[in-house]
Nanobody, 114 residues
Framework: QVQLVESGGGLVQAGGSLRLSCASS????????MGWYRQAPGKEREFVAA???????YYSDSVKGRFTISRDNAKNTVYLQMISLRPEDTAIYYC????????WGQGTQVTVSS
């Protein structure tokens, strides 16, 4: 069983920055594919970014160039650095891990004011 705990969300003005963190309990974190998803009110959960165990990264078109996903295998943590935030980035952000199953964190709220 993999447990994921997100942190770093908050309220920020448009154009600002935030860094989200997701700490994993798994003992073989370096072999996990990790990702970030988000869900805005009244909308379905959507893909934001992913980083594979190999280090390859993927982004949705809406965040490409503004968000950066990274991982620190020594700390069992994945990060999402977000810059140039927009009001439409407001959502609950969820961490996701894939390794012999799919696991989700509880989410962290990001609110971007205009």
């Amino acid at each position: 069983q993999v447990q994921l705990v997100e942190s770093g969300g908050g309220l920020v003005q448009a154009g600002g920055s935030l860094r989200l963190s997701c700490a994993s309990s798994g003992r073989t974190f370096s072999s996990y594919d990790m990702g970030w998803y988000r869900q805005a009110p009244g909308k379905e959960r959507e893909f934001v970014a992913a980083i594979r165990w190999s280090g390859n990264t993927y982004y949705s078109d809406s965040v490409k160039g503004r968000f950066t996903i990274s991982r620190d295998n020594a700390k069992n943590t994945v990060y999402l650095q977000m810059i140039s935030l927009r009001p439409e980035d407001t959502a609950i952000y969820y961490c996701n891990a894939k390794h012999l199953g799919t696991y989700w964190g509880q989410g962290t709220q990001v609110t971007v004011s205009s």
